[in-house]
């Protein structure tokens, strides 16, 4: 349910700031909408990545406590968005359920990982991964049958029901074996601050350096890509006579593609890992996401025709490409022991998050200087470049065991 929280403010992003600016006095124009919409995304992205706090909270205290903290964090924050009377309160609640949503893929990919058996980990962890775009494809229909016709304000009080799971976890969710013994292993001494600091010892350093600069490639396309999809088809849908309620469910469908096209992805993805090796998957993943936004923003977002069909077909390519971050959901825990798992996860995961800031903010203020979300976001291809040049550098884990 974390995607559905995520995406929702992709989804009414412009109806929201169009009612929110103006109340802070600010104009609500094309540019400024671009440029505070990008603002937002990148404290968003920073709240997420505070979240890489939760690794250490989970190594120590274990991994259900701690998803059960992050799930209610992310949930209250979205439903107070509702309630948001402009731009800095919008800000300050989407700060805070950032926090609380990257909480639950660090925790829950290290719960996967110990608790599957070793010839289905692979397939576990993008199955669980599946949940975010799941929760995607959830919030579209949502967007197209609430919000299109109540507002967004209806889209944010409905992103609080995560926190119904709760119950549901306490009650039916154990903690993983492994990591008791290994806590039972370690005398019960075992802090946070040694499970942090274990990921920069001389065993681990290089893999989180070069894992962490995977993810800020990833994030970037993710955030000032696929984030952007809804806004770029609500824009195509007004400049083709559109209106607004046809716009809103043209993005709830673009957004619904997406997240099916990543569904399908995920399925694909533990199959070509376990034949290719988790390296050569990644970089196959890496070339779509870069194909697709290069096509989709580049190109498509310009066409004077056919636009609204064509960008439709370049969601399912985004969607296709953003399944790249399915490989880090095995992956990444294959690399570390147990006592640091959690942390490692989600420091790596997390901590690319404020340099994909940067970059989503970027993207806002280029929006602001060529009055167009197309070429700004197109750029971001580029990321991806860099990572297929250090896809080599990665640490194949391909057939071996789960570290104790």
Known sequence: MDGMDSFIYSLVLVPALTELLPRSGIPATTANIGYYGGLFFALFMIGYGTALIWGPIADRFGRVRTMMFSIFCFSVFTLLTAFATGVWSLA????????????????????????????????????????????????????????????????????????????????????????????????????????????????????????????????????????????????????????????ARLASYSTALLGIATVLGALIVPLLADWLGRRATLAIFYTVMMSAIWLAFGHVFYMQQNAVAWFLVCSVLLGLGGANFIVYSFWLPEQYGTECRASAFAFITNIGRFAAAGFTFLVGAGVRHFQTFGIPVAMTALAFIVGLALVPLGEETKGKRLPA
């Open 92 to 247: 300050v609640f989407r700060f805070m359920a950032g926090v609380g949503i990257g909480g639950e893929w660090s925790v829950g990919a290290a719960l996967v990982s110990e608790d599957w058996p070793e010839e289905r980990r692979a397939m576990g962890g993008a199955l669980m991964h599946t949940g975010y775009y799941i929760g995607v494809l959830f919030a579209a229909i949502a967007n197209a049958l609430i919000g299109s016709r109540f507002g967004w304000r209806y889209m944010f009080a409905l992103g609080g029901a995560p926190a119904l799971l709760i119950g549901l976890i306490r009650n039916n969710v154990q903690e993983p074996a492994r990591w008791e013994g290994k806590l039972q292993e370690l005398g019960g001494k075992w802090t946070m601050h040694r499970a942090f600091l274990k990921l920069f010892s001389t065993q681990y350093r290089r893999r989180t350096i070069v894992n962490s600069m995977y993810l800020i490639v990833s994030l970037c396309g993710l955030w000032a890509g696929s984030v952007y999809a809804p806004e770029a088809m609500t824009y195509i849908a007004a400049r083709t006579g559109r209106t607004v309620a046809e716009g």
